[in-house]
């Protein structure tokens, strides 16, 4: 599974392998195409179907009929031809559509005649203070755990946020015979007036009866706390306690060994911002989302994006974005054999059934303001320790952007290159500045995306033209 | 923080955590594994040497970071654990050649 890339050259090379990944891989290959898959972990599933070709969880009810869902993509890719590689890190794109991918300690490089970003959402920052102690960790961290090694939590935990994967989650603890002691919802008041004008089509979606359901199923064991306004965990160089404020005002404070944080999800952008793709804010995700036609085509000629990276969506919307975007490219490619395809029109009205719903969970579940915005002490930056006050004090002595706050502060240039503080930065800066997020930008992303050796730059192949435009003499 | 469930039938694999033999499961994540072992997993950041745990097990937070049979840095959330591997918990700054 992890050897290098068979081909130089690709029809379509696919990034990611999750639902909207491997969707677009199975009908492009399915076409005919010459279809290359890469994608960064052990198996096949991204997140929502982490480990679906390996997991413990043999109960199927546990995981729940969404999950296993995933087993046929799978089952779809495997049987069509396309060229699967897990444990390939995709490093570079960019906009001639090379391709630089890491594959067991090296490199290998190959061009694409289109490239399909699947690269799904991460978890939306979660800067509470306290939390990068050991023992906070993101709800989609639990449920990794959970779905790839059948590890639930048992010290007392507490799960703290909102959205649908908080509940989610939580169910499935408890079924595996997990502890949750406490949950706090964050969800503000006032949203649940906002999102009203959605319900009915929320009403009307899948998505409503699943979630009333699970809901209760959670409620009937756990101690349920809504409207909280404030969270912070403390403790000395591990978690000792989480303290909140709860709707009408009172604190509390008890003590936990984890707590599980969740706020949506956005974007993962790196690797489409670093080719260049254009991004706009998006007011009602409070995320950057690429700018994209019907089919999913970005800015840069080629390159496709598919999947929660194309805008949150959900896991059903991923899979038909990925056929759109493969039917789009079968069409450019290899019109011929787009009529063995579904066609746009029944791929689109899909698409707008799955995203039935959407706005209404965006609007219900939008994060307040003081989860999103840090101030004083807590921490932006993870990896290079950087507070709000850090950079509200950079700002004040001229930083006027992401990009400028670098050089003062290093905030985005640690490994995770902006991953987990991108988005706070934007939205902090922006506030401090008056400014909108959109006016504020985000930082310039550059390939590699993700960090690889000199050890292993070094070793990449060399013509004798790229030698001589570094050698002197 | 995490206990494994009983349902969980895959075979054993030994790993080394700072020389310490600690029983992994085929299919853990070298992370995975160590927040299963009940064993002091964390590192220390090269900043201030504050001590971390994983955050996000899915790549993106960087706080996995961990020797793996000698090369330092590696996301410990995305490597499969081995029979016999060596995990150090790594402390401070990558060292230079590892």
């Given at each position: 599974m992890t050897v290098a890339p068979k081909r130089e050259d690709y029809d379509v090379?696919?990034?990611?392998?999750?639902?909207?990944?491997?969707?677009?891989?199975?009908?492009?290959?399915e076409a005919g195409l010459s279809t290359l898959l890469?994608?960064?972990?052990?198996?096949?599933?991204?997140?929502?179907?982490?480990?679906?070709?390996?997991?413990?969880?043999?109960?199927?009810?546990?995981?729940g009929a969404d999950y296993?869902?995933?087993?046929?993509?799978?089952?779809?890719?495997?049987?069509?031809?396309?060229?699967?590689?897990?444990?390939?890190?995709?490093?570079?794109?960019?906009?001639?559509l090379d391709i630089a991918v890491s594959v067991g300690g090296a490199s290998a490089f190959v061009k694409a005649k289109r490239v399909i970003l699947a690269t799904g959402a991460l978890e939306r920052p979660f800067p509470i203070p306290g939390w990068t102690l050991p023992g906070v960790m993101t709800a989609g961290a639990a449920q990794t755990m959970l779905k790839s090694s059948a590890l639930v939590p048992d010290g007392r935990t507490v799960i703290a946020g909102q959205g649908p994967l908080l509940w989610l989650l939580a169910a499935q603890i408890?079924?595996?015979?997990?502890?949750?002691?406490?949950?706090?919802?964050?969800?503000?008041?006032?949203?649940?007036?906002?999102?009203?004008?959605?319900?009915?089509?929320?009403?009307t979606s899948p998505y409503f009866a699943k979630g009333l359901s699970m809901m209760r199923e959670v409620k009937a064991k756990v101690q349920v706390v809504s409207g909280v306004t404030e969270l912070?965990?403390?403790?000395?160089?591990?978690?000792?306690?989480?303290?909140?404020?709860?709707?009408?005002?009172?604190?509390?404070?008890?003590?936990?060994?984890?707590?599980?944080?969740?706020q949506g999800v956005v974007p993962n952008v790196n690797l489409a911002m670093a080719a260049g793709v254009e991004h706009r804010w998006d007011e009602l995700q409070l995320c950057w989302s690429p700018v994209l036609d019907a089919s999913g085509s970005s800015s840069v000629a080629g390159i496709a994006i598919a999947g929660d990276g194309a805008g949150i969506g959900g896991a059903n919307a991923a899979v038909v974005r990925g056929r759109i975007a493969a039917r789009a490219a079968v069409e450019a490619l290899a019109p011929a054999a787009a009529a063995k395809l579904p066609a746009m029109a029944t791929?689109?009205?899909?698409?707008?059934?799955?995203?039935?719903?959407?706005?209404?969970?965006?609007?219900?579940?939008?994060?307040?303001?003081?989860?999103?915005?840090?101030?004083?002490?807590?921490?932006?930056?993870?990896?290079?320790?950087?507070?709000?006050?850090?950079?509200?004090?950079?700002?004040?002595?001229?930083?006027?952007?992401?990009n400028q706050l670098k050089a003062y502060r290093r905030t985005g240039m640690g490994p995770c290159q902006g991953r987990l503080c991108g988005l706070t930065v934007?939205?902090?800066?922006?506030?401090?500045?008056?400014?909108?997020?959109?006016?504020?930008?985000?930082?310039?992303?550059?390939?590699?995306?993700?960090?690889?050796?000199?050890?292993?730059?070094?070793?990449?192949?060399?013509?004798?033209?790229?030698v001589k435009a570094v050698v002197r003499g | 923080?995490?206990?494994?469930?009983?349902?969980?039938?895959?075979?054993?694999?030994?790993?080394?955590?700072?020389?310490?033999?600690?029983?992994?499961?085929?299919?853990?994540?070298?992370?995975?594994?160590?927040?299963?072992?009940?064993?002091?997993?964390?590192?220390?950041?090269?900043?201030?040497?504050?001590?971390?745990?994983?955050y996000c097990m899915m790549g993106v937070c960087f706080d996995c970071l961990v020797t793996i049979d000698g090369v330092g840095n590696r996301q410990g959330c995305l490597v499969p654990v081995a029979e016999g591997m060596q995990i150090e918990i790594q402390k401070g700054k990558r060292e230079i050649g590892r």
């Open positions: 090379v696919v990034i990611g392998a999750g639902p909207a990944g491997l969707a677009a891989a199975a009908t492009s290959a890469l994608d960064e972990n052990i198996g096949p599933g991204g997140q929502v179907f982490r480990a679906i070709a390996s997991t413990p969880v043999t109960d199927r009810s546990q995981l296993w869902v995933g087993a046929d993509l799978v089952q779809s890719l495997r049987a069509s031809n396309a060229e699967v590689i897990q444990r390939a890190t995709v490093w570079s794109l960019d906009r001639n408890l079924r595996l015979g997990g502890r949750i002691d406490r949950i706090l919802d964050t969800t503000e008041r006032g949203n649940y007036f906002a999102a009203l004008p959605h319900a009915f089509a929320f009403l912070s965990a403390s403790g000395d160089g591990q978690l000792a306690n989480v303290s909140y404020v709860a709707a009408g005002g009172k604190r509390e404070t008890l003590p936990a060994d984890l707590l599980l944080l969740h791929l689109r009205a899909d698409l707008a059934k799955a995203e039935r719903g959407r706005i209404f969970l965006d609007t219900l579940f939008r994060p307040a303001p003081q989860f999103r915005i840090p101030s004083g002490d807590t921490i932006v930056c993870r990896c290079e320790e950087v507070t709000a006050k850090d950079v509200l004090d950079s700002v004040a002595i001229g930083a006027t952007g992401p934007t939205e902090l800066m922006a506030q401090a500045r008056g400014k909108t997020p959109q006016e504020i930008g985000y930082y310039r992303l550059r390939a590699p995306v993700k960090p690889i050796t000199l050890a292993e730059l070094a070793a990449v192949p060399k013509s004798e033209d790229d | 923080m995490f206990r494994r469930s009983e349902q969980d039938k895959r075979p054993q694999v030994q790993i080394f955590v700072d020389g310490v033999a600690v029983a992994a499961r085929q299919g853990d994540t070298v992370s995975a594994a160590l927040l299963a072992s009940g064993q002091d997993a964390r590192r220390s950041t090269a900043v201030s040497g504050a001590p971390r745990l994983p």
